[in-house]
């Protein structure tokens, strides 16, 4: 969505994603210009310039599993030793490592990597090194930062590490990302919203002010990192008067991520609440994005400058 936001021509050779209802809103999205089918990975002779992955750090390690591959629960195995996954859903990592080697002698230009920055931690430190040291012995010159969306523009207090390794070259310059201003959090707010978005559960009425996990916090100037749900504590909502809350929308939470209002509408046509009171397949999807403006300056500085 990025590059296509910048007018920078690409194709988008495949994708990999096991949530099925992400899929059909990505591709409700990119129908026209695109025109994806659901597809295999197996046996294709891939080659890409960017190579973008990002995997959950809650159970990153390494003391993992070596051997024949086996599927269980959508989780890739490979047996006992082997310093890379541990089977779990981390082991992404590593298999974005393995789709790298299996490439042979040709290799994509970029790799990006996102994650929350508690990969960054004393826990999670040498699996991240490692990552690095396995990048390096395929001919990548690694960098990361920490970025922050509240400085590209959009009104989210959300912190992510990006890792960029770049092929026989030198390191990506995170100092030479363009920033842009936060725009007033007026901006991405709908008018009218229905009553179905007031907090009605005294267990969040009750914390609204405190600190501590149980705490509900009250938007002003950006809301806070934005997850899969709305409505349980931590909770972030808006004052609306007359001691009245109520939680972000659908399309707030999209918004704060920097997707249009087309974008949201198509995977709502493909994702329909249906009689649920709210759509929470759009929140969980809002709340496992990552904020399109920071590839935007990402892609500008590796490709335009």
């Not at 294709?44 to 629960?73: F, R, V, Y």
């Not at 699996?127 to 970025?147: D, I, R």
């Amino acid at each position: 969505m990025a590059l296509r936001n910048l007018n920078i021509p690409v194709k988008a050779i495949d994708y990999v994603e096991i949530d099925e209802k992400a899929v059909h809103s990505y591709n409700a999205m990119f129908a026209d210009e695109l025109g994806y089918k659901t597809q295999s990975v197996i046996g294709w002779n891939l080659k890409p310039d960017i190579l973008i992955h990002g995997s959950p750090c809650q159970d990153m390690s390494i003391a993992g599993h070596q051997g024949k591959a086996t599927k269980e629960g959508g989780r890739i195995n490979r047996g006992k030793g082997a310093d890379e996954g541990s089977g779990t859903r981390s082991s992404l990592m590593w298999e974005t490592i393995h789709i790298i080697q299996n490439m042979g002698e040709w290799k994509p230009k970029f790799v990006i990597w996102e994650n929350v920055k508690n990969v960054l931690n004393s826990y999670n430190r040498k699996n991240f090194e490692k990552y690095l040291s396995e990048m390096e012995k395929l001919g990548y010159t690694n960098s990361y930062k920490v970025l922050d969306a509240r400085d590209f523009g959009i009104p989210q207090a959300r912190e992510r590490v990006f890792t960029i390794s770049c092929l026989n070259s030198e390191c990506f310059d995170f100092d030479k990302l363009r920033h842009t201003k936060m725009k007033p959090l007026n901006d991405f707010l709908q008018d009218n919203v229905p009553d179905r978005y007031l907090v009605t559960q005294p267990s969040i009425l009750n914390v609204i002010g405190k600190k501590g996990v149980k705490r509900a916090t009250v938007i002003k100037e950006y809301a806070y990192t934005i997850t899969e749900r709305q409505d349980r504590c931590p909770a972030q909502i808006i004052d609306c008067g007359n001691e009245k809350y109520r939680f972000l929308t659908e399309l707030e939470c999209w918004r704060l991520f920097g997707y249009s209002d087309e974008d949201y509408y198509a995977a709502e046509r493909v994702n329909p609440k249906g009689n649920a009171i709210v759509n929470r397949t759009l929140y969980r999807q809002a709340g496992n994005s990552i904020v399109v403006p920071i590839f935007e300056a990402i892609f500008e500085q590796m490709l335009c400058s």
